[in-house]
């Protein structure tokens, strides 16, 4: 493609920083509306781009979804990439802001927030696409409460050499404890766990584990969830950083102290996201079908009157 591809496109202010680039906002001079412009960072601007990264990650282009940020178009000039998605206005970490801490959401904004989520987050598992790195700042809320997943699959399933910023720090917070012990075989329950933790603190207004460091991230888990035996979870003793030694043998604690405001349905379906086996933990499928979603809004339900 040409580089005056990006000619139409009148930058405007920064959104953000990604993982993998900076993210503009731009006005497409030809249809005056807004998108989001993501530059892709490059490992080696010499070596460019293999050409088969590119025809996966233009794959992503057809992945229409109503809680999927559109990817409008790539364009890919001069060893460069850029990416460029519908306009979502806020993120969801800047849409919590707006709630007082001690009153929480609504609990329907919750539920809705969250089906919608897994809606999304199904889709893409249908499509063989994991996330990896779900968090609220990744996930965007139009002007009329439409959540969207931003940064599925992009840079890490097509293999593109991106380039990661060495400052960043990598937030923890939604890693599932295999993955923080070692384990290399995650599949879709990855995003299962994140998606929960996300769910927690959507109803409490707080990360439900905010460690400061992988140990301290896995301490805090096991403290609420208590420390896994090979019993209950057998694969345990294969993962790279297990050694019993290091860590104090916690007893599970009761969920519902930590999310106070979540009901039995939605406490019982909190616990089945975060389960430490990820063998054990829900698939995106069945949470969709799971009774805390047996009310949902008419609007959030006529999202999906044309989604098969
Ligand atoms: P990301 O690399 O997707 O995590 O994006 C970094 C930040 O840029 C996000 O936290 C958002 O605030 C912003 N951003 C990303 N994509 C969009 C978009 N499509 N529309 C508006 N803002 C976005």
């Known amino acids: ?26 006005l497409d001079r030809n249809t ?3 998108v989001a412009l993501k530059k892709i960072r490059l490992e080696s601007e010499e070596e460019g781009i293999p050409s088969t990264a590119i025809r996966e990650i233009s794959l992503l282009k057809e992945l229409n979804h109503p809680n999927i940020v559109k990817l409008m178009e790539v364009v890919h000039s001069n060893k460069k990439l850029v990416l460029v998605f519908e306009y979502v206005e806020m993120d969801l970490k800047k849409f919590f802001a707006q709630f007082p801490k001690e009153k929480g959401m609504e609990p329907v904004i919750v539920k809705s927030f969250l089906y919608q989520l897994l809606r999304g987050i199904q889709a893409c598992h249908q499509q063989k696409i994991l996330h990896r790195d779900l968090k609220p700042q990744n996930l965007l809320v139009s002007k009329d409460g439409i959540l969207k ?11 593109i050499p991106v380039k990661s910023f060495t400052h960043e720090v990598v937030t923890l917070w939604y890693r599932p404890p295999d993955v923080l012990l070692g384990s290399k075989n995650y599949n879709t329950s990855i995003d299962i766990w994140s998606v ?27 403290r609420v969830l208590g420390t ?12 790279p950083s297990w050694k019993p030694e290091n860590f104090e043998q916690y007893q599970p ?23 430490i086996n990820p063998d054990q933990r829900i698939t995106a499928k069945a949470a969709c079908d799971h009774p805390f979603f047996k009310e949902l809004p008419e609007q959030v339900k006529k999202l999906y009157v044309n989604v098969k």
């Open 253 to 275: 604690d009761n969920l519902a102290k930590f999310c106070p405001r979540l009901d039995p349905d939605g406490l019982d379906l909190l616990i089945k996201m975060l389960k």
């Open 32 to 34: 005056n509306e807004y």
């Open 196 to 222: 929960g933790c996300i769910f927690a603190e959507m109803s409490n207004l707080k990360p439900l584990f905010a460690g400061s460091n992988e140990t301290d991230q896995l301490k805090k888990i096991f």
């Open 1 to 26: 493609m040409k580089s005056n591809k990006l000619e139409k496109y009148e930058k405007k202010e920064k959104l953000g920083e990604g993982t993998y680039g900076i993210v503009y906002k731009a």
């Open 149 to 159: 997943l931003a940064d599925f699959g992009l840079a890490r399933a097509s293999g």
């Open 228 to 239: 896994p035996t090979p019993i209950e979870y057998p694969k345990l003793n294969d993962l």
